[in-house]
């Protein structure tokens, strides 16, 4: 069992930046950033493989957000920069066993609560 802790939402003004944290009980194969705004389904924004670095990213993401992870803190980090109103969303970390990086939910099979960001125009 991972347990898995987010931190670091809030609200910030279009342009804005924010760092979200997901802390991890334990070690996994791969994490990944997911997110849900109000009435829409969760998305997936961006996965990382602990053991090598290799990230993946969904298109609206790219060059705007860099996600990274600690092994020895097994933490995982989203930079986000440039923000923009439509990244408005509750932000959830999750973990999984395989190595793979997909955007599936049900690849992942630990979830954090969530922590909300709010973007505002």
């Known amino acids: 069992q991972v347990h898995l802790v987010e931190s670091g939402g809030g609200l910030v003004q279009a342009g804005g930046s924010l760092r979200l944290t997901c802390s991890a009980s334990?070690?996994?194969?791969?994490m990944a950033w997911f997110r849900q705004a109000p009435g829409k389904e969760r998305e997936f924004v961006a996965a990382i493989r602990l053991r090598d670095g290799t990230t993946d990213y969904i298109d609206s993401a790219k060059g705007r957000f860099t996600i990274s992870r600690d092994i020895a803190k097994k933490t995982m980090y989203l930079q986000m920069n440039s923000l923009k109103p439509e990244d408005t969303a509750v932000y959830y970390c999750?973990?999984?066993?395989?190595?793979?990086?997909?955007?599936?939910?049900?690849?992942?099979?630990?979830w954090g609560q969530g922590t909300q960001v709010t973007v505002s125009s």
């Open positions: 334990e070690r996994s194969g791969s």
């Open positions: 999750a973990a999984s066993a395989s190595l793979l990086l997909v955007g599936a939910i049900s690849n992942y099979d630990y």
